[in-house]
């Protein structure tokens, strides 16, 4: 039988509990190549990951859930893991040229770099001086390619068989301290519990998806 992807968006769901069932290691290298791979603008990758697979670090990530958002506790620290999502607050030109560093050392400019690693780093610092310099919302804009990485994270993670909750619930606040991320130049944007959903307790596995129509959202020019 053939598996298409639109069979995984369609079986993917937000968990709502979890089955105390561990994530296998081999897994566990997956969902960090999902983490690493994910599109960005540009590929300037701002963001950072805080991943918690033990009980005290889900702990450490339901702190940012206890006083405002309880009914998210549970799933923070039932669940497998928990990964921590961070965007970059600012790019300045030393993370400009980590990121080319990065790219070069993979190869990507080997056919003539040096042609095409000045333009890489002229390109990329175009767009960041727009957002950051011009338009001013660089940090929202880092943001936006955060969720980019969520949106790929979400079905790769279905492909594996590893259920997942997209959590905003949670207090940033309290999360960038807990980690530090702002001292890193980071600032937390949401969580991910991810692992096994519990058959008898989760009750959104059992539901019907509701999507508007396709003729809704879509125009055909």
Not at 140 to 168: C, K, R, S
């Amino acid at each position: 039988m053939t598996i298409h992807i639109t069979d995984f968006a369609r079986q993917r769901h937000t968990t709502k509990a979890y089955a105390p069932r561990r994530i296998s290691e081999a897994d566990m290298v997956q969902v960090r190549e999902l983490l690493r791979f994910a599109p960005s603008s540009t590929n300037l990758q701002p963001w950072h990951f805080v991943i918690a697979g033990t009980d005290e670090g889900k702990a450490r990530v339901a702190k940012a859930a206890e006083e405002k958002f309880p009914f998210n506790v549970g799933a923070i620290k039932n669940a497998s893991h928990v990964v921590v999502f961070a965007g970059r607050i600012h790019a300045d030109e030393a993370y400009l040229k980590t990121v080319l560093a990065q790219e070069e050392a993979d190869g990507r400019f080997a056919g003539n770099p040096d042609e095409f690693k000045p333009a890489m780093h002229k390109g990329r610092s175009m767009f960041v001086d727009i957002h950051q310099d011009q338009i001013g919302d660089g940090q929202q804009w880092m943001a936006h390619q955060v969720y980019l990485n969520l949106g790929q994270f979400l079905l790769g993670l279905a492909t594996l068989g590893i259920d997942a909750t997209p959590m905003e619930g949670v207090d940033t606040d309290v999360l960038d301290a807990e980690f530090g991320l702002r001292d890193k130049g980071y600032a937390s944007l949401f969580v991910v519990p991810i692992g096994h959903s519990d058959p008898d307790a989760d009750y959104n596995a059992a539901l019907p998806k509701s999507r508007l129509t396709e003729a809704e959202i879509i125009t055909d020019v």
